[in-house]
């Protein structure tokens, strides 16, 4: 019924009335503005435009979500939109998946929600259209945010959900951060999987009807962050319409794309509600994490360099998001449990000389851990291993010239600990389900486990100078029990946790706003924006083998910066050495992000060592561009058993390019006569000289091409030799 009302309102063109928003105009264009015809809101970035409609019935419609000029789609989208609200609730035709499900009091779990009122305010200084929508019966009151993030053609969105009932309690059963629109099309998705040691593996598939879930139940994250990219089916590449997101949650979280027959693509994305039940007393309310949410016309290229600038500007914690991130020593791959004082500061000596700059200890410093199942819990130093605590080491680090970081697993406790043998009940348990498990998972949700916590790690930050704390955990949730929650909040626990994981995190930072904080979670099972927005790096997998690395990383690329990807020179799966590539190689796939080290340098000859010293210092060098320029990726190793990255900087005045080749081509062969003989740079001055040399050969004068021409022409493949790589620096050239 309401098609053609709402059809006529858009075929009438739209009316700004600019002067109602507060946040200034850019370009003459305001970020968000109110329309009178349609009446609705249109919230506008470099180029993207959402609009959102009021009906006269008083529903808001989530009418566009594209390119900045939208005007060809109106008649369209008034087919379909009226379909599915901007807040899809359970209640009414169930044409749409709900991003809220609620149950009131007397039992009714039907919603029905109607526009009460908008407006545009500032959150964290940008602008942010604010809809205020109130059940027709009930006194429940969501709102629904949009926050502008201009610059990237980024949105975040997220919903606060209100118990305004003076005596009622209403349960929340479902609550997403988002939802999204997109055209009648056929889509493709293009998502990142992973297991432990084969995290970040990047998959394309159409998007056929019905629903498709990618969801994490066991707070690993999937091994990947909760991330997308979609694009209509037969686009790709550089070019090309792409909506992406990625979410800003650490626990279970749940991406939903619903593609209608013959219709269009609702995505959702929020925390996963499985097993989990939010109770509203009245008053009270309950607020989602964000969904970031983009479109470019500039392909997964685009996507990829919109977000991760997005990620790199705005979301890192602020303390640290402009520093270099420095090139780290990390032990334990080296010596795993087995260290102590001597050896260590032996280690720290040979890491100075080659031009580390953060001195790690890894797991086994602490009282009782003698194997990986005891002694996690008690955050104290092993006097026997470090018979002057941490201090003599920490000294000697900081004479040497480094700043000194420390591994920490706050969240877990092996059942071999004096704090499990104290606290029994304070771990995530059934009493009727005994576990066999030796290492348990910490109830955090509960204040005395949050309180012996933040107490431990302060004592430890306090006590000893450390500028660096690698936050791991290795566990999976499983029998999530709290036997003595309060009455009725059993199933809030997993939100409840991941609440004060982020209250601990936070409230560390502010007590210690130097300290760098890394996330590690058994490799990479922790990466997302809720805890990137907390945390300054990731370990991204334990399988630092350097061609399964090739994979990873530039999986992992595909939805972060660089300047979070720590990646170490060693060449294990797991703890097992595999056969060796060269030193060169494992620097030059190590150097893709954050440079590290993590073999055993006491067993380096002297020109492993000097080769080290050469490549670190190089790496310092190119360091702003890899840690903050923008990255093409110019070959994928999915797609050939090349890869090749490019890393300009924010005036493409210079780049610096890392090509990589697992396997021999055979000369003549096919693969050789199919264009891959050449390189195609991006991102460069077409008119501007550049000089294109060799970055390890200090002699190598190098060639000089316009940027036109590196762009369109390109470069000779620069390698030919199974597990070769070189590192080409583009400079301006006169
Ligand atoms: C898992 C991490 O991924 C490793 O880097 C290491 O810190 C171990 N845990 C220590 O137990």
Redesign the pocket.
Known sequence: MLRSPLAKFLMTGISLFAAFHPAAAQDGVPPIARTRSPDGWLVKTRSSTYQLVITAGGTVVPAFYGPGEQAGYQKRNAEWTTRIDEVPVRGGFPFKTPAVEVVFADGVRNLDLKYEHGEVVRVEGSPTLKITLRDTHYPLEVVSYIRDLREFNVLEKWMVIRNLDKKNEVTVENAMSGSIVLPKNQYTLTQLAGKPLNEFQLYESLLSPGLKVLENKTFKSSFNPPWFAVRPYGSGGTQGPVWFGSLHYSGNWRLEFDQQFDGPLQILGGVNFWDTRVRLHPGASYQTPKLAVGYTDQGLEGAQQDLTAYIRKTVLPEAHREDPRPVIFNG?YASALHINESQQIALARKAARIGVEMFVV??GWFKGRED?NSGLGDWVVDSVKFPHGLTALIREVNRLGMQFGI?V?PENLDMNSDLFRAHPDWVLHDPTRPSTAKRRMLNLAKPEVYDYLLASLTKLLRENDIAYL?W?Q?NFLSAVGWPDAPKGEERAVLVDYIHNLYRLVDTLRKRFPNVWFES????GGRVDLGMMSRMDLA?IS?NTYALNRLFIQYGYLSAMPASTMLSFVVDKIGNIYRPATSLDFRFDVAMMGVLGISDNIMNWSKSDLALAARKIALYKQIRPLVQKGTLYRLVSPFETNREALQYVSSDSSSAVVMAYQMAKYLPQSQLSSRGSEVLRLRGLKPSARYRVSRAADTGDSGTVHEGGFLMQVGIGWPLNTEDSSVILRITPAA
Do not use: F, R, T, V
């Not at 590690?520 to 490799?523: I, N, P, Y």
């Open positions: 334990y890894d797991d990986p591994w697993e690698k791991d290795n590690c979670s058994s490799g370990w334990d």
